[in-house]
């Protein structure tokens, strides 16, 4: 089981990349910022300051775990034990005081642990019980995940805690709800909790998994092997128990004049963010970037700003850090950084891409062709599909992504990976379709 011991309160910093310079009649601001959170031992609080906790106390924290019990489960009958397995290993690794709760998930979803509309908090006894019931958890019915996570936020708001997180595996289509009532579903419970979305098997819908962790700002990935879930819940759990402050926002301020086009995180995946904006005063706006423990991201932000003279020199955007609180007030994090813009007519200058910017806006359109591509290949567009993941295999090699392109690999032929020349494979396996789907969001950060 994870202990956690640390006291300290976590630091966040921001960092920004640009090319400042634009050259005359130039609109267009692009930068990276990279915010860092480091230190760690602090949960940020829905309703006040951060404050401390150290082993032995209560994390400030609540977990549902929802698995999926639809008739299917039971093919093989191996993949109900693995994921009956799977969910005990997540028990396992829940710190002691953490609120939590296992979830049935078929048509209807249901109650298992520790059920009456509770939650459990994590300590030996509980953790035994509610490996106990896992016994109830068995195959059979539809698959409609809109009502697992309902149920899920219904239990996870009912702890006073500021941390709340979902794990979802399905292994099936989404067939006995509407894909309205799934997409009003997570319209209903985004910014309340956060959920890792998991596809075990190969008979699940991608854009449907990774719909739910893109709307809930998790993470989605695909378990092809049913025997590789415990270690991947392990993985999950201890990732969740790390998060340490919630409901983080990226504080956007612009001046008159100016205008954000986009907002997009592009480390360690591309999500993007620019339509879940939420004013926040004057010219600036909240985009929100859930819970976070020890680690980096990196956003891509691009401004639009007036036309200027050369020699003319501008703030284009201040970049905060801020936690929303009920009462509309917000708690600043400390954490600011610039984006400027200053017109010259040094044609070196303006047209200089700034390295982290050139990288990421690869890595964003790798992340898109992958996509196109393979759904140019379902449709049959033989030549489409190879345009696209030729691209692709281009964009990897210039990045260095090496994940991906061993993925891509598995998909086309690669004739020259510089040139992006591929050739289809005449037959591929459905996972490794669709584990290449799933993962074409991972991005590698750009090289020092």
């Not at 905060?320 to 984006?339: E, F, K, M, R």
């Amino acid at each position: 089981m994870a202990n956690f011991s640390k006291s300290s309160v976590p630091q966040f910093s921001v960092d920004v990349y640009q090319n400042e310079y634009l050259p005359e009649n130039g609109r267009e601001v692009n930068a990276i910022v990279t915010v860092s959170a480091t230190g760690g031992g602090t949960v940020g609080s829905a309703v006040g300051a951060p404050h401390l906790y150290t082993a032995g106390q209560s994390p400030d924290a609540a977990v549902a775990i929802m698995v999926d019990c639809s008739g299917s489960m039971d093919y093989p009958p191996t993949k109900m034990r693995n994921a009956r397995d799977a969910t005990a290993a997540a028990i396992d690794t829940l710190r002691d005081g953490v609120h939590f709760a296992v979830i049935g998930g078929t048509h209807v979803a249901k109650e298992v642990y520790p059920g009456s509309g509770r939650l459990a908090v994590a300590d030996a006894a509980t953790r035994e019980q509610a490996k106990q019931s896992l016994r109830r958890l068995s195959a059979g019915g539809g698959t409609a995940i809109g009502t697992w996570l309902r149920l899920a936020d219904r239990l996870l708001s009912s702890a006073e805690v500021s941390i709340r997180h979902g794990i979802l595996l399905t292994d099936g289509r989404n067939e006995h709800e509407s894909p309205e009532d799934l997409k009003a579903a997570l319209d209903s419970c985004a910014g309340r909790f956060t959920c890792d979305a998991r596809g075990v098997g190969t008979d699940w819908e991608v854009k449907e998994v990774t719909m739910i962790a893109s709307a809930l700002l998790g993470t989605a990935d695909i378990v092809a092997d049913p025997a590789a879930l415990s270690a991947d819940f392990t993985q999950m759990m201890e990732t969740a128990m790390g998060k340490e402050v919630a409901d983080v926002s990226l504080r956007l301020w612009t001046p008159v004049g100016t205008a954000i086009k986009f907002v997009k995180q592009v480390a360690p995946t591309v999500a993007e963010l620019t339509g879940r904006r939420t004013e926040a005063g004057p010219r600036a706006g909240d985009y929100p970037t859930g819970s976070w423990g020890d680690e980096s991201r990196d956003y891509h932000v691009c401004v639009e700003v007036p036309l200027a003279g050369v020699g003319q020199e501008m703030l284009a955007a201040r970049v905060s850090l801020v936690i929303p609180q009920g009462d509309g007030s917000v708690q600043n994090l400390g954490a600011q950084g610039l984006v400027r813009a200053v017109w010259t007519d040094d044609m070196v200058a303006s047209t200089r891409i700034n390295s982290q910017v050139a990288h990421y806006t690869g890595q964003a359109e790798l992340a898109q062709v992958i996509q196109q591509g393979l759904d140019l290949r379902k449709s049959g567009d033989v030549d489409g599909a190879t345009a696209k993941l030729g691209r692709a295999v281009q964009l990897a090699n210039v990045s260095g992504n090496a994940d991906t392109a061993k993925l891509l690999a598995k998909v086309v032929d690669v004739v020259d990976a510089a040139a992006g020349t591929v050739r289809l494979k005449a037959k591929v396996e459905e996972a490794d379709e669709m584990t290449l789907e799933t993962r074409s969001t991972k991005t590698v950060r750009v090289k020092k």
